[in-house]
C-alpha cells in the first residue's frame, strides 16, 4: 500500500511555455504533500509543501509565481512551470506522508523529468 | 535548504562486504529516516529511526543515531550487486512534517 504515481514520467518542452506535473496518492488521502527538485547527482531540494484547500508554502528561494501548487483533493497535487527555461530543466518529485499509517515515513513518487529546450 | 553532511560521497565495494555511510545534521530532530534511490527514480523509504532511539535493524541494514553528536550512521551488512544506489538521510525536525535531505552516498557494489 502507500503509492504515489506521477505523470508525467518525462516531459520536454520549449523555453516560454507552461508544464503541468500530477501528484497522486493512490490508495491514502493525503491532506500534505511535498515538491522536490533534483539535479544531475545532486539530492533532493525541497521547493514547496502543498496543502490540500490552502496556499502552498514556499521554501526560500522558490518562485511561488514561477511553480504553481494546486493541491484540489486529498489525493492530487499538481506543480505547474510556468514560462519554463532551459535551466528549469531537472527532475522534480512529489511525496506524501501517510497519515493513516501514524508515521512520519513519507511515500515518494517515481518522478518527472523536464527537459526544457 | 539542506541540512546534513553525507559521508562518503561516493562508495565503492566488492559484493558480500559490509557498507557503512554516515549522516550529519544540525538542529534537533523528531526522527531520521534513510531512503535509497536508483539511478533516475523515486526514492524508496528503508528504515525511521526516532531521536530517543540510539539503533535500529532492518534485514541487512542497521542504523545507529547519536543525538549527542548529530550524527547517523547507516550499516549495509552482506552487500549485493542490487544494492548499487543512491542513499539519503532526511531528518524531520521537531514540530515539523518536511524532510531535509542530506546530500547522499552513491553506493557502487562490484560483482
Known amino acids: 500500500g502507500a503509492v504515489v504515481s506521477q505523470h508525467p514520467s518525462w516531459v520536454i518542452c520549449k523555453s516560454g511555455t507552461s508544464v503541468k506535473i500530477e501528484c497522486r496518492s493512490l490508495?491514502?488521502?493525503?491532506?500534505?504533500m511535498f515538491w522536490y527538485r533534483q539535479f544531475p547527482k545532486q539530492s533532493l531540494m525541497l521547493m514547496a509543501t502543498?496543502?490540500?484547500?490552502?496556499?502552498?508554502?514556499?521554501e526560500q528561494g522558490v518562485e511561488k509565481d514561477k511553480f504553481l501548487i494546486n493541491h484540489a483533493s486529498l489525493t492530487l497535487s499538481t506543480l505547474t512551470v510556468t514560462s519554463a527555461h532551459p535551466e528549469d530543466s531537472s527532475f522534480y518529485i512529489c511525496?506524501?506522508?501517510?497519515?493513516?499509517?501514524?508515521?512520519?515515513?513519507?511515500?515518494f513518487g517515481p518522478g518527472t523529468r523536464l527537459t526544457v529546450t | 535548504s539542506q541540512q546534513g553532511e553525507e559521508d562518503p560521497q561516493a562508495l565503492s565495494i566488492q559484493e558480500g562486504e559490509n557498507a557503512t555511510m554516515n549522516c550529519s545534521y544540525k538542529?534537533?530532530?523528531?526522527?531520521l529516516q534513510w531512503y535509497r534511490q536508483n539511478s533516475g527514480r523515486g526514492l524508496v523509504h528503508l528504515i525511521l529511526?526516532?531521536?530517543?532511539?540510539r539503533e535500529k535493524h532492518s534485514g541487512r541494514l542497521r542504523v545507529t543515531l547519536d543525538t549527542s553528536k548529530k550524527s547517523s550512521s547507516l550499516l549495509i551488512t552482506a552487500s549485493r550487486a542490487a544494492d548499487t544506489a543512491s542513499y539519503f538521510c532526511?531528518?524531520?525536525?521537531?514540530?515539523?512534517?518536511?524532510?531535509?535531505f542530506g546530500q547522499g552516498t552513491r553506493l557502487t557494489i562490484n560483482p
Open positions: 502543498s496543502n490540500e484547500g490552502s496556499k502552498a508554502t514556499y
Open positions: 529511526i526516532r531521536s530517543n532511539e
Open positions: 511525496s506524501a506522508p501517510n497519515r493513516d499509517r501514524g508515521s512520519y515515513e513519507q511515500y
Open positions: 532526511a531528518t524531520v525536525k521537531t514540530g515539523a512534517q518536511k524532510l531535509v
Open positions: 538542529t534537533s530532530i523528531n526522527n
Open positions: 490508495d491514502f488521502q493525503a491532506t500534505t
